[in-house]
């Protein structure tokens, strides 16, 4: 009767696309660092659109020297990486044009960055973009992806957590 009494309400989560595009699981993602969930939980996106935003109310707390990822952190501590392309940082940022820096805060829908998917599809073999929570190992939360095959960047909620 009493073992619910002090049990933390369950939380939810929505996580936004942040980009426009064809929505796969991260099994999909020919990558097996990726695909294997070797980096967290997560969602990939195939793009069709050049803009990148915050999926989720944070700060930014990594933008890769070569600008292919970047690294936010919610207000309740979750680690989410967008990561854009596979092989990418061997373009040495050419293609991507950051538009925030380490430190910023940001809202779901805020623009991080624009990049040149035709620049991009031409120099890699992938422009598949995972989204990964980096620390969803530390916790027994739940992920579940949408059902849904395509997303709006800022719009479409793409995996939900749960716990």
């Known amino acids: 009767m009493f073992k619910n009494l002090f049990k933390k309400p369950s939380t939810i989560i929505q996580i936004k696309a942040p980009i426009t595009g064809e929505i796969l699981p991260l099994e999909k993602v020919p990558d097996p660092v990726f ?53 990418t940082v ?41 989204m990964v929570i980096t620390n969803s190992n530390q916790s027994q939360n739940e992920y579940i992806l949408t059902t849904e095959t395509e997303c709006v960047a800022g719009k479409t909620t793409v995996l939900t957590i749960s716990g």
């Open 90 to 130: 061997s373009l040495d940022g050419k293609g991507f044009y950051v538009l925030v820096k380490e430190g910023d805060r940001v809202s779901v829908g805020d623009r991080l960055m624009t990049v040149d998917l035709g620049y991009i599809r031409n120099k890699v073999d992938h422009i598949i973009t995972p």
């Open 35 to 87: 695909s294997q969930k070797m980096m967290g939980e997560g969602v990939a996106i195939i793009p069709n659109d050049e803009n990148i935003v915050a999926p989720v109310e944070g700060t930014i707390v990594q933008i890769a020297p070569s600008k292919h990822a970047i690294g936010l952190k919610t207000p309740n501590d979750r680690e989410i990486l967008i990561h854009v392309g596979l092989e």
